[in-house]
Structures are given as C-alpha cells and as structure tokens.
C-alpha cells in the first residue's frame, strides 16, 4: 500500500508561476510524414529504451524517434540564436 500524503497548513514560501508550455491538443494530434531508416544501434541504448518504454506502456520506437525530434528541435533553436563564427584558416 502506498503511504498516505499529509498535508500541513505551513506558508508555502516563495511561488514562481511557470509559462504555459505543454503542446495544444491539435499539436498532439498532428502527426509528421515519417521516413524508414536502418539504424544500428548498441545493444545497451536498444535494452535501455524497451525498459523504460515497458515501464511506460509505450513504444521503444517511439521514445527513440521523441528523443531525436527533441534534439533537432533544440539544435535548430540553439543554431538559430547562436551567432555565426568565421574562423581562420591556419598557416600552413
């Protein structure tokens, strides 16, 4: 049985309201064109996802792909605020 949660009526201290960032309904429901690739993977990452994919009654695929689309999209905003470097080639 889990432990039962009691509450306190103590001050909760300082409180930060947090910006609304989960996805509409409509962005949920969007699905993306998908292209089929073979991907070699180690057996440790494979093993990894089917474990928590099992723990969460989902796809290991799915993970994979959630985790690569949220990469991209990091990289891409990463890539678009960073300012471009011009480098020199060294003497030779």
């Known amino acids: ?36 690739v073979t991907l070699a993977l180690s057996k440790r990452s494979v093993e990894f996802f089917k474990s928590e994919a099992s723990k969460h009654q989902t796809q290991y695929q799915r993970m994979i792909r959630r985790l690569l689309d949220s990469y991209v999209e990091a990289q891409s905003t990463a890539a678009s605020k960073a300012k471009p470097t011009v480098r020199k080639r060294a003497a030779i």
Do not use: N, Q
């Open 1 to 36: 049985m889990k432990k039962k949660i009691v509450y306190t009526d103590e001050p909760m201290g300082d409180v930060e309201v947090v910006a609304d960032f989960l996805p509409s309904p409509a962005e949920l429901a969007f699905k993306e064109d998908g292209v089929k």
